[in-house]
């Protein structure tokens, strides 16, 4: 018979940045989206259709990713990424997704 303490752990999903190969909780990670029709697209939720990428929140990894003649995001996503599409998603990074970052990095001290 189990007690509370020998309960069922939940199952956290585990995912890798395409960058650095860091394997960390799926919530930890920024979810990158290739959609026919729409390009390129950050997935806040981790729920959008269509082959996603995980990037962790390390400035070089997204400097690395979005760098011109990089394959990073191509090859995790199996199709080609243009350097338009690159740029576009370094700018939302650095203004929207960046801030955030940086508050939970001084939040921690």
């Known amino acids: 018979m189990k007690t509370k303490a020998q309960a069922r752990r939940r199952h956290i999903p585990v995912r890798t940045c395409v ?7 799926k919530r930890a990670l920024h979810r990158i989206v290739l959609v026919p ?3 390129l697209l950050v997935d806040l939720s981790g729920k959008m259709p269509g ?3 995980y990037l962790c929140s390390r400035p070089t990894c997204w400097e690395k990713a979005t760098a011109p003649k990089t394959e990073f995001l191509s090859r995790a996503l199996r199709s080609f990424v243009s ?5 576009a998603l370094l700018d939302h ?3 929207v997704l960046k801030p955030d970052h940086e508050q939970h990095d001084e939040a921690a001290r």
């Open 83 to 87: 350097e338009e599409e690159k740029a």
């Open 51 to 53: 082959r996603g990428a």
């Open 37 to 39: 029709e729409r390009g």
């Open 19 to 25: 960058v650095c190969r860091q394997a960390l909780a």
């Open 93 to 95: 990074w650095t203004k």
